[in-house]
RNA sequence: GGCGGAGUAGCCAAGGGGCAAGGCAAGGCUCUGCAAAAGCCUCAUUCGUGGGUUCGAGUCCCACCUCCGCCUCCA
């Protein structure tokens, strides 16, 4: 991939700034995670699916990628959700800590290289807290440990606020022994009946800000390279982490660059459990294949909120499916000239070959001569790595597939040679070489579906196919727990639906391997049926093959028929 | 009130000083036994409103209107 420089917005600076990483060829980021106290919802798939896209971006530029995200699995909130549910809360928050890896498993989301949980790391936050308090900035106050905003000169730079700002809308809960109104807790005495640890200031458990601190700065080590997360955790979380981390180490900065997402909205608000207003993932992958709702949070810039309604889904389906369709031909296609993982193509910039072939082509009309697709191909991946590495502007980089998708079915319209031999053209410019040609850039678009679509994006299935006929391996339907790691075939590359299936955590309950089987059988009666079709449209008994297909659209079943023979697939509703 | 962000075609959505990407929808057409799919063509003298800077402004500046986020848990 062409080394474009990368450039993102900097919440911290206020501006795109050109990424070098802390260590050369090494990204180090962190991620806040989740409280895992109920099902995720769309708004936590979002920074989920971007920063996955960051990451696999990373990769694909050549850099070693390592990724964080914690789970904040101790709270006040999972403490009263297991107290109302009578369960213990680390057991509470465990369970739904793997429901919301199995919900970002079904998303095809990579899994991090570490998922530290608060409850995991007490020593590392009791050493900070410590160190805090001996080094001056912070204080003990009735079993609780607070930070001393004043004790940091920087507060606020991240938010953009400064400190007499902040106080006026600052509100001091009764009963708390601040010595200054923004000053937030490091530590908190339990109370009765609550999970504690021990510490040097009595039974307690950590303030929400001082984990991520303490568990980044562990894993990552001291000026790590990107902390992200929603935007709506820029205050008081991040820029409290700011303070205590820097306070805590004494050496700035804590952190090279500070990424925000947007937040998904629901008629004009903030999706959030609080106002009750959110979509369950699961609840969507009922409805909506994965690399489909992804599709949908990336088809938005990831700084900007994402309106999300059933209606605006269902809006940006059919171009979606137009991508998808595309990529399903490219398939059948190529056949087996396809490989299931695409090589790094190398230089495939617009050679000197291709810019001939474009000069003496006779005549206008595309149609019949199309603008070689190599050419297609290179401006492709040209625009594609331009918006990605232009603050990661994935909507351009989404228009770069439809440009492709284009070129690629205007190429296959003007008749080319099947996966089974390249002399048969139907169209197109007479002579072998043409085929040739022509098959040659089905190739390159081939690949490099798979690698900007699949590999990075993860917005096409891995095998289209399968996705298209409602085929395939059986779906995730249990959680691997976070202590296992992720299985070794992810590391690389992730394709998105070789495991994940439109149904993924909505079939929970299914019985995958039958479903499996029963879907294989389908798929053989369906091609035997139009084999049948077949001799009777070469019979010209079209009142027969009609029927066939008419019989099979009922069925949920859609028959078309291509130059390449014909192709099915299953209705979506 | 403070801080941050947004208003671009019927809808979604890029762009961000040089005469408006992409997608959906709509209309016309081509291919096809028919259909579907796909392709071609059409679809914003105009970027919330009013001023200003400039040879030139969605793009910069000022004011105003509307909306959203944060300031409390939050992805």
Redesign the pocket.
Known sequence: MPAEALRFYDTLT?RKVEFVPRDPGRVSIY?????PYDDS????A??AIFFDVVRRYLTARGWQVRYVQNF?DI???IIARAAKEGVPPLELSARYADRYLAAMDALGVKRADAYPKVSEHIPLILEMVQKLVEKGHAYVGGGDVYFSVESFPAYGRL????LE??V????VEVGEEKRH??D?ALWKAAKPGEPAWESPWGPGRPG??IECSAMSLHYLGNHFDIH??????????HENEIAQSEAYTGDPPFVRHWL??????TK????????GN?TTVEAILKDFPPEFVRYFLL???Y?????FSP??LA????????LL??WY?LNRRLGTALPGRAQRTGETGETRDTRETRETREGDN??VNPEPLELSVAQARETFDR?MA??W?T??A??A???L??A???A??AGLPTAAGAGATTGGRPGPEAGDNVAAGLLLAGELFRELAVDILGILPGDPEAAVKGIGPATVTTARPVSEPAPAGAAGEAPVSARATPAAVAAATAPAAAAVAESGLVEQLVDLLLEV?EEA?RR?D??Q??RI?NRLGELGI?????TAG?RWRRRRE
């Open positions: 206020r991620a806040c995670g989740v409280t919802h769309l708004g936590h979002r920074p904040t709270d006040d909130k938010s953009g606020q400064r700002e902040i006026a809308g600052a509100r109104p923004a937030f929400w800000h992200g997360g929603g935007i709506d955790l820029v205050f008081p979380h925000h997402n947007g937040l998904v909205t004009a608000e903030k999706m959030s459990k609080s106002l959110f088809s938005v810039h700084r900007s909120p994402v309106a209606e605006a809006a940006s389906r059919r171009g979606w499916e137009r369709l595309t031909e595309l149609l918006a232009d603050d502007n909507p351009v989404i228009s597939l439809f440009d998708a284009r690629v079915n205007l296959l319209q079709r449209r010209r079209f009142a093959a009609d297909r859609v028959v078309e028929d291509t014909p």
